[in-house]
């Protein structure tokens, strides 16, 4: 059993409404019951409403696999990189320091790491994960790229992405704004400001306190 | 004498407390004995949803992707749904005051519980008057349990005064519906909003309201469209719309007015539509002549410019969307502020035709079929009239009654509180419905509630209000019973049976009917089945503008929803209202529209400040809402554990402008007071609300309720409450409040 070929992950954080139902319906897949793999964060809540989902990007090379000492994650030949196996894993935590990311997980409890493993027992039959089967934006969207290309002519789906000296590329896949980069730059990203459109309410009304 | 036990004691041995999967439901791979499609039991959406089901729990779910609405996707409030059944605060058994029990109620066997409840029931009418008795109903029953309260009220208690918690929610939409178009439903599938060129939401935080339409507005912006969000807070999918509109709260109408005053001026109009389809324009334009950009903006508080843009986009699109919801509709102008929407989608032409849509965006489970069938204090089955004769005759036909037996019009949820105040109403009835969370000024609600002399609950957690029954039946969860709903876009959908009630608890059908047989009045209240009780109101409805004659529950499930009007056996449902050639009951054939001349009817828009305007004393406005984890009062919600950790309390959210001129930073203790109540919450500080308003979500109970502060300001028509207006003053508070160290989260 393995993930199709041409079924692909594809996350546009343009679309998060940030209501976790990723979040809350990932601990409910059978390959990781009760324990929740989603990392949505609120970017800057004071200045926006923007949230952004973080799910294992299942690197062609992943770094995590790269670092562990023990040998523990596997990349399946459909390109799915598995959380860590439970004999292996020393609860080192080098992977979850190593990911770009910031993906895996480390259960002190389990003395195990554990990360996104796209729903391998939904996604190795045929199914969707659970995440973007209940996304109700679709920022999670599961589908073939012929899916994702009918559906939103006006972006374009990208999986290279730059962290500093390093290149990652990856089995999922961000929307992005129809002019394409070559790779997404993560590093300079962080440092940049806030892009686009910016809608400011400070200017409206009078001082609520004074009336004036 | 129906005064509440002590908070803290009733806390620990009715919750609410949290509960988390475990056992069976935290295993991998069980294999389960069935999976039941059926639906979420919470908004208006109505997700389908497939529940897994082993040894008579639920113990997970699975998206049912075949469902057309929503094709897998939930909510977190959906996803979490299933950790209702099996909880630890689940009634099993029927309550009896008891100030020496724990808690305040000792278990008592059911019947005779039910035999107390049906005595004083008959004392009290007997004593007072049948009206006297009043009963308090819910937009989260199926359409067949709604229908049977209804009939219960009239037939078997004979009183005028029932009246349900949709009283709340979908009344200026249904009103305002009713005088433009003559008919109350979304007029359009949701299907038309993904190739609109222009959607305009006012008032809707729908990602977190009515999360799953997200989907289709972000569809249609990926087709092309242009978003227009109206809207005092930027809320989620206000982020990226392309147009922000920041409404001061309670100033819809004029904002509306406006945008019509520019369509007319710029002649962005459909001369042709107007004139064989609609009346009453002239009337309307020479109201709005004098809603010029300057003075909208002026009222409204929205730039000149946002005014001018918006009405261009909208003005010269070839196909819309307009969608509302409780933003508008929860004013006491709420009515006015639906007719400036519909106002300037008629004056489009925009709507009965694929694309061109206009809905409200209904909140409860069956926020829409709980408002058709007779258990509004002005309404009989089939969305008939209870003071029109032939409809009167219709219905006690049907209910093999004299038509002067059956009672006239009662009052609204909120006067039926004020009767009870003084002393006008004696005895209740409450199911489905916890006002003494849901209701504005419930501190007034609350000292009302005490002066009952008697008070029967049907409940499956004991909610806040239900703390002052003397009596409290064990009813059904969902997932316990089967039966109707219609859902936001007027799709009739089928709820299925998943598991058995537990313990002493039965389906609430049953327990009505009980009390009916206890009282010596079973007539008409002896069905054996929801089948039977929806064959009945489906004869009920025929003829009626909400005809649901020839749905059946196997129509339901071969076509996955069936769109009322559905007059007969071989008619496929009305997906869209208003096309052009459609027939109705009441034009005949003159139009489309359900007026005897077929043509829908513009309003004239009245603009008046809220009731409570701000003031010297009290200069900030308070306005409410939801959160998406939450729902409603939180009698089910406040009980998930996961959906509590993902927004544990009320924050009062505040613009930094606000908080810096208060000395308040974020996560800091603040009292906001009305003239009503006070209430003091932790602040957050976020730019994406008006500095001039703040925020409070209202699904808490007790001291963390933002119904202390609310306003009971009513609209004139159509009774609902002013929720989203209010004036408060606020201040950082000197301590943390005396809960934060006795309380639970979900606790108030």
Known sequence: MAVPENMDFFIDPSRCIGCQACVQACGECDTHKGHSMIHLEYVDRAQSTQTAPVICMHCHSPTCAEVCPADAIKRSADGVVQSARKPHCIACSNCVLACPFGVPKMKVELELMMKCDMCYDRTSVGKKPMCASVCPSQALFFGTHEEIEALRPQAQSINRFRFGEQVVTTRVHMMVPESRPEYVDVTAAMEAGPTGRRIALSVIGTSPRTGE | MAQGPDTLKVNERFGPHRGYASGTRLASNIEPDRVVNTHCCFCGQQCGIQLKVKDNEVVGFEPWYEFPFNRGMLCPKGVKRYLQGSHPDRLLHALQRDPAAPGGFRATEYDAAVRVAADAIARIQTEHGNDAFAVLTGASLTTE?????????????????????????????????????????????????????????????????????????????????????????????????????????????????????????????????????????????????????????????????????????????????????????????????????????????????????????????????????????????????????????????????????????????????????????????????????SLPDNNFVRRALEKLDFFVSIDFFLNETARHADIVLPGSLHEEDEGTVTQTEGRVIKINKAIDCPGEARQDWRIIQDIAAALGRPHGLAFSSPREIFDELRVASRGGVADYSGITYEKIEKQYGVFWPCPSDDHPGTPRLFEPGAWNPIATGAGPFYFPDGRARFNVAEYTPPTEDVDQEYPVILTTGRVVSQFLSGTQTRRIGPLVDQYPEPRIEMHPQLAESLGVQDGDWVTAESRRGDCTLRAMVVTTIRPDTVFIPYHWPGRKSANQLTISAQDPISKIPEYKVCAVRLRKAEHAPEYAEQLEPQQG
């Not at chain 2, 972000?218 to 092309?224: E, K, S």
């Not at chain 2, 809207?231 to 206000?238: F, L, N, V």
């Not at chain 2, 049907?398 to 509180?417: F, K, M, N, Q, S």
Request: with cysteine.
């Open chain 2, 145 to 437: 349990k709604a229908y049977l309260m209804g009939k219960f009220a009239r037939v078997c208690l004979r009183t005028a005064n029932i009246d349900y918690n949709g009283r709340l929610c979908m009344v200026s939409a249904a009103a305002g519906n009713k005088l433009a178009f003559g008919i109350d439903r979304a007029a359009n599938p949701w299907s038309d909003i993904l190739k609109a060129e222009v959607i305009w939401i006012s008032g809707a935080n729908v990602a977190e309201c009515a999360p799953i339409t997200t989907e289709y507005v972000w569809q249609a912006r990926d087709n092309g469209a242009r978003i227009i969000v109206v809207d005092p807070r930027i809320t989620p999918m206000a982020r990226t719309c392309d147009l922000f509109l920041p409404v001061k709260p309670g100033r819809d109408v004029a904002l509306f007015n406006g945008i019509l005053q520019l369509m007319i001026e710029h002649d962005w109009l459909d001369h042709d539509f107007i004139e064989k389809h609609t009346a009453g324009f002239e009337k309307l334009a020479e109201h709005v002549s004098t809603w010029t950009p300057a003075r909208t903006s002026r009222i409204s508080g929205v730039p000149e410019k946002s005014i001018r843009q918006a009405a261009e986009w909208w003005g010269q699109a070839k196909t819309s969307f307009l969608m509302h919801a409780r933003g508008i509709e929860h004013h006491s102008h709420g009515v006015q502020n639906v007719l400036g929407a519909i106002n300037i989608v008629l004056a489009s032409g925009r709507i009965g035709r694929e694309n061109c849509g206009y809905a409200t965006i209904t909140g409860q489970g069956n926020g829409q079929g709980g408002r058709e069938h007779g258990q509004k204090c002005d309404q009989l089955p089939g969305a008939r009239d209870i003071a029109n004769p032939e409809h009167r005759a219709h219905i006690a036909q049907v209910w093999g009654v004299e038509p002067d037996d059956l009672p006239g019009r009662g009052v609204d949820a909120y006067e039926i509180i004020r009767k009870i105040d003084r002393g006008e109403i004696r005895g209740l009835l409450s199911i489905c419905f916890n006002p003494i969370v």
